[in-house]
């Protein structure tokens, strides 16, 4: 059991560590770049060690109380009778040994449900290195799908009916499912309808049950995610070319605002669910997708659509950038979340003004911070250099 609780905790720090750096917190403290990658596989090792623990202790478990079960079912009356027989009128006194009353370890048999839990660990885990991978862009992506259909995809057939946790089991293995889609169509193993198709049947595929992944404020918000990568993964595609063809990019800019906004309406609905988490996080990806969706409207794009509403797409996402904030501060939120919300508000304002003084004026924490937000801003898709040059970036 010791061992079983130490290749979990091992893989649950090694994958904590790994999404910090990934998600840019490293970088802004150390000088040196880390390689997430590395923690995320090591992660995948200690966790898959930890579900053959579990599957050979709780085999194990089974095994001996089906004996014990036998056992009882074997003793009939008669026995019992002839042991209540024998039984003395008395008790006979029982001498201890010293042992005895030395203390003993009680180890907590292992369940369906820890099972379960490593078994999500390692989707996850799964999940994390497709969006490493697919930065990269890489095509020996094959030993993900591998691992999955050989450690994995049998088991989630089966347990999560076990714990009744089919939907919980069918969310997790959607989001898997979408960035396996996003990884291979990086690779260049996948065309457009096709990844599109993925990303549509990822989630469409959950069965009905309880709650309606409709009215789940998470599998919302994982979907609407999706959306953002998939847009993003496009945007790589209509980079032009020699070879590009305008009717291909007119082509590619209507199937990105449709699932910009289809992240959109996620995350809208998400927000208005009364069992909603994280609120300051779902209004700030809410304005994210305006800006990403503003970004259309700029070269090589031109989206006509999006040139049009510029200007109700930057103030709408100056009111869910400032909800954001609002929501940040009064929950007592980690102190990022609060300058991240109000730095993009700024910046917003700013770009509608055409004019930065305000916004120097009005950002009171140090240049380097809002520099960084800025730049994350910029890597997103958010920002383009028109409007960095606003800012004298």
Not at 14 to 31: D, F, Y
Not at 175 to 201: G, M, Q, S, W
Not at 365 to 389: N, Y
Request: net charge negative; proline share 4%.
């Amino acid at each position: 059991m010791i061992r079983l609780t130490r290749s979990s905790n091992t893989g649950q720090v090694l994958t904590s560590l790994g999404e910090l750096i990934s998600e840019g917190h490293h970088r802004r403290h150390n000088a040196a770049s880390a390689d997430p990658l590395p923690l995320f596989q090591e992660a995948l090792g200690f966790f898959q060690r930890c579900l053959n623990l579990q599957e050979s202790q709780f085999t194990q478990l089974e095994s001996k109380s089906n004996e014990s079960e036998q056992q009882l079912m074997e003793l009939d009356d008669s026995t019992i009778d002839t042991m209540d027989n024998a039984a003395p009128d008395h008790p006979r006194s029982i001498s201890k040994s010293p042992d005895e009353d030395a203390w003993a370890m009680i180890l907590e048999p292992v369940t369906m449900q820890a099972l379960m839990d490593t078994l999500l660990a390692q989707v996850d885990t799964l999940t994390s290195i497709c969006g490493l991978l697919s930065a990269r862009r890489l095509e020996n992506t094959s030993w993900i799908e591998e691992y999955y259909r050989s450690f994995l995809h049998d088991k989630l057939n089966f347990i999560p009916k076990e714990t009744g946790q089919e939907h919980e089991a069918a969310l997790v293995t959607a989001k898997y499912r979408c960035a396996v889609a996003d990884v291979n169509f990086n690779a260049a193993l996948l065309d457009i309808p096709t990844y599109e198709h993925e990303l549509t049947e990822a989630y469409n595929n959950i069965p009905n049950s309880d709650p309606d992944p409709d009215l789940d404020p998470q599998a919302l918000c994982d979907r609407a995610d999706a959306e953002i990568v998939f847009n993003s993964s496009l945007q790589r595609v209509s980079i032009p070319t020699t070879e590009t063809i305008p009717e291909d990019n007119a082509k590619l800019n209507v199937i990105r605002w449709k699932h910009l906004t289809k992240a959109l309406d996620n995350l809208t609905l998400a927000s208005k669910l009364p069992n909603a988490k994280h609120l300051p996080r779902i209004h700030l990806r809410r304005g994210d997708c305006e800006l990403l969706r503003r970004r259309l409207g700029a070269s090589p794009s031109n989206y006509e659509i999006a040139i049009k509403s510029a200007s109700t797409l930057l103030r709408n996402a100056e009111i869910y950038y400032r909800a954001a904030a609002r929501l940040a501060k009064a929950e007592g939120a980690a102190d990022e979340e609060v300058e991240e919300a109000s730095v993009k508000e700024a910046v917003v304002i700013a770009i509608s003004a055409g004019d930065s003084k305000e916004f120097c004026e009005c950002m009171e924490m140090e240049r380097i911070k809002v520099k960084e937000i800025m730049e994350e801003m910029s890597e997103e898709g958010l920002l383009w250099d028109e409007d960095m040059k606003i800012f004298g970036f």
